[in-house]
């Protein structure tokens, strides 16, 4: 069955956001450069791709069915896949041949005239991987278990069971110890839930934390010891719900703390931070130094999902941003690390979460209403220092990974891998650029056949 209108009205299905509806695999790709030898596993971008549109004006973006786009790469050579996540309402949706979940900004329609809507989830945001299986996240439900090369869905999993609440798009991963941190947080009590899934794959620690309402909290950070929760104003308002309304919205009321818990611990143990009115989607890393947690993350001076009309579109882009928080004094010191680019999507070298880094990877906002990418940043934590790899006229890029070279030596000894879109023509390509001369050309641009839309988060999964 086509789900696909004649015409696409929102700024968010048209163009480079474009949904498609061709599930392929294609493989022997072609290249210009070459695509090092020595780089083998997947990279995989998965984002929203709508199946069916309620409301073409009204759509949000977060709504959108989940589809991933992977690039394998082995021995030189590259095969481009796609596949939906298969949802429950997915499957449900595509037999009735039309919607049934109306998504966030038709929501409150609903709840005006006294229905309550059904939630959908899509498994569309984020991946991890925790050893050894792939997972496709949603914050607002279980996450799926995905299998590769194929990209196929295996199906919800619960971590046999012990899972009970909603799973974080950004859980951590201590590579050390095998160990995953993620959290749930939820509009009505309890407002958020932490969990400490071991690395046998169960959830063997999972704890209540007070907060004093229902916030959306995109994303938490680790260090060897603690998980850090941001407890920002980004409040869910349930009376402008109950107006036909967004449910979320901007309430500087709220305050803006950083809580920092022991792994093992609890609400009891938990300490909490006030820091300037902030908001921040996405975390780079933390660690410890002594008595002090170092928090790195992209803060903005407003969250961006709730209406900002009369807002300078710079409130709502974050720029790298570091805090310091000392356990003992409990003194909080904040510090902006790159004030010439606005950016998001930070990304390291994925063993070294919870543990100091000096590299930052991230996506550079070109300054404008839609959120496209027209570059990426390396961040040098030791001397300070900003390189830019350019896309080039009419490129858009999204989240880019590090992916270390077969047997690397050093934290940056490997490639930078993204998809990069031209506005112009939409086609696309995946970049691999060498990590230690970023600024060059890409050493491969591997051309993908079919067009890849915008989409959210990406991962690298060695081979």
């Known amino acids: 069955m086509s789900a696909k209108p004649q015409v696409y009205t929102s700024k968010y299905l048209s163009g480079t956001y474009e949904p498609v509806f061709e599930e392929v695999v294609c493989e022997d790709l072609e290249v210009i450069g070459q695509i090092p030898n020595d780089l083998a596993g997947h990279f995989l971008r998965i984002g929203p791709n709508p199946y069916f549109v309620p409301d073409m004006e009204r759509y949000h973006i977060f709504d959108g069915d989940?589809?991933?786009h992977g690039v394998?790469?082995?021995?030189?050579r590259a095969t481009y896949r796609n596949k939906f996540i298969d949802s429950s309402g997915l499957r449900e949706e595509r037999e009735k041949g039309d919607w049934i979940f109306p998504g966030l900004n038709l929501y409150g329609d609903f709840i005006a005239r006294g229905e309550m809507p059904r939630s959908k989830n899509t498994g569309n945001t984020a991946m991890v991987v925790h050893q050894g299986k792939l997972f496709g996240l949603m914050e607002g439900g279980t996450p799926y278990a995905l299998s590769l090369p194929t990209l196929e869905t295996v199906g919800e999993h619960d971590f046999d069971g012990t899972l009970t609440h909603n799973f974080t798009a950004h859980p951590k991963v201590?590579?050390?110890?095998?160990?995953?941190?993620?959290?749930?947080y939820s509009p009505f009590p309890p407002y958020l839930t932490y969990s400490v899934v071991d690395p046998k794959g169960q959830a063997v620690h999972t704890r209540e934390i007070t907060i004093p309402k229902g916030i959306m909290m995109h994303d938490c950070a680790i260090t060897e010891h603690?998980?850090?929760f941001p407890d920002l104003p980004l409040v869910f308002d349930f009376e402008k719900l109950t107006e036909g309304k967004s449910m979320i919205g901007w309430d500087p009321d709220n305050g803006s703390r950083i809580g920092v818990v022991p792994r093992f611990g609890s609400d009891e143990s938990?300490?909490?931070f006030e820091i300037e009115e902030s908001f921040l989607f996405h975390v780079?890393?933390?660690?410890?130094?002594?008595?002090e947690i170092v928090l790195q993350a992209c803060r903005s001076d407003r969250g961006a999902i709730e209406t900002t009309e009369g807002l300078d579109v710079?409130?709502?882009?974050?720029r790298l941003h570091q805090w310091r928080l000392n356990l003992k004094t409990r003194a909080v010191t904040s510090e902006l690390l790159v004030a010439d680019h606005?950016?998001?999507f930070p990304r390291l070298a994925d063993e070294l979460t919870g543990y100091p880094n000096r590299y930052i990877y991230a996506a550079r906002f070109r300054v404008e209403e839609m959120a496209t990418f027209d570059a990426e940043i390396k961040y040098d934590n030791q001397s300070g220092s900003v390189q830019i790899h350019e896309y080039g006229p009419n490129k858009e890029g999204g989240e880019a990974v590090f992916a270390p070279r077969v047997d690397a030596k050093s934290e940056d000894d490997g490639y930078v891998i993204c998809f990069v879109n031209d506005a112009a023509d939409r086609s696309c390509e995946c970049y691999i650029i060498d990590a230690q001369n970023f600024e060059a050309p890409p050493v491969a641009k591997i051309k993908i056949p079919t067009r890849v839309p915008h989409g959210f988060h990406a991962a690298w999964v060695p081979a």
């Open 66 to 68: 989940g589809m991933i």
């Open 72 to 76: 394998q790469i082995s021995d030189g």
């Open 174 to 184: 201590d590579a050390k110890t095998g160990e995953m941190m993620t959290f749930g």
């Open 226 to 228: 603690y998980t850090i």
């Open 270 to 272: 938990i300490i909490w």
């Open 284 to 291: 780079s890393n933390a660690w410890e130094e002594g008595d």
């Open 314 to 318: 710079k409130d709502q882009l974050g």
């Open 342 to 344: 606005h950016c998001d």
